[in-house]
């Protein structure tokens, strides 16, 4: 079982930066890969990043590449996403997300369908 609590987003401009944070809970945080996914209204969740558990190879969303890192700190159970250059289309609830690394530490899965815990959400909005 893994339980994750978030924190950080809120409001800002166009054009700034914002820092998400995910705690999880368990002594086997090394075990998982992490994604971050993001639904907005009226929308489907999508995936915005991932990480696998132990090599950190990186995945984003097309949409996010150059402007959004995603990272981790096993040492901490902390995963992290840094969102800068932030859009108004970025506008969305952010979810962090942990799966079993059942393929290796290389997998670094982009469906949702493939993450089994969730954060409670937070609540991102940018403003033009």
């Known amino acids: 079982q893994v339980q994750l609590v978030q924190s950080g987003g809120g409001l800002v401009q166009d054009g700034g930066s914002l820092r998400l944070s995910c705690a999880a809970s368990?002594?086997?945080?090394?075990?998982?890969?992490m994604g971050w996914f993001r639904q907005a209204p009226d929308k489907e969740r999508e995936s915005v990043a991932a990480?696998?558990?132990?090599?950190?190879?990186?995945h984003y969303a097309d949409s996010v590449k150059g402007r959004f890192t995603i990272s981790r700190d096993n040492a901490k159970n902390m995963v992290y996403l840094q969102m800068n250059s932030l859009k108004p289309e970025d506008t969305a609830i952010y979810y962090c997300?942990?799966?079993?690394?059942?393929?290796?530490?290389?997998?670094?899965?982009?469906?949702?369908?493939?993450?089994?815990?969730w954060g409670q959400g937070t609540q991102v909005t940018v403003s033009s």
């Open positions: 368990g002594r086997t945080f090394g075990d998982y890969a």
């Open positions: 997300a942990a799966t079993l690394s059942r393929r290796g530490p290389s997998f670094a899965p982009s469906a949702p369908g493939d993450y089994t815990y």
């Open positions: 990480i696998s558990s132990t090599f950190g190879v990186t």
